[in-house]
């Protein structure tokens, strides 16, 4: 039995200067660039909480409320919010800071998914979390419905639908924006 960790012991924060190169025509910085370095503080975080190689299995959701502009200071905090057998979900608030202004801006929120791996590549049992606060007990449950609806959105897409009547299908376009034309 792996002794467990507290949900400090692996909490991340990681500060960058965003250049002109991560930037669209408009100078707001990708969102692609953003999650590039989401990706990298989840595993920073899982690595730290899980002692393994890590890799991520799911975004599990990006919500961007704020752009962020060329020579925004972004800082992005990691915590895990929730242990599974051998996977954590990795919860992640961005800001951005105009080094001029002192203003801090709340631009995103996201949950990765990150698996444990062993040497061999093979999946392996991460620590268990120690919860301090109602903070942290808060995030770990609602980690543990993120997760359920992750699994069922997985087995959904693996579906393909084929399960549901295709009368069913057609109903579901009914008052949506598009057209059947077969």
């Not at 299995?57 to 919010?81: C, H, Q, R, Y």
């Amino acid at each position: 039995m792996l002794t467990p960790k507290k949900v400090s012991d692996s909490e991340t924060t990681i500060t960058e200067l965003m250049i002109p190169a991560f930037a669209n025509f408009s100078g707001k910085i990708h969102g692609g660039t953003l999650l590039s370095l989401m990706d990298k503080v989840a595993y920073v975080c899982a690595a730290k909480h899980s002692g393994n190689y890590c890799v991520t299995v799911a975004v599990e959701g990006v919500e961007f409320f704020n752009p962020v502009e060329v020579g925004d200071l972004v800082s992005i905090k990691a915590s895990v919010n929730y242990v599974g057998r051998t996977t954590m979900i990795i919860g992640m608030r961005i800001e951005s800071l105009k080094p001029k202004t002192g203003v801090v801006t709340h631009t995103n929120s996201c949950y990765f998914t990150m698996a444990a791996k062993n040497d061999d590549g093979e999946l392996t049992e991460v620590p268990g979390l120690i919860l301090e606060n109602e903070t942290q007990t808060r995030r770990f449950a609602e980690g543990k419905l993120l997760r359920k609806l992750s699994l069922e959105k997985r087995e959904l897409l693996k579906s393909d639908l084929k399960n549901i009547y295709s009368g069913d299908i057609r109903k579901m376009c009914d008052g949506e924006k598009c057209e059947l034309t077969y």
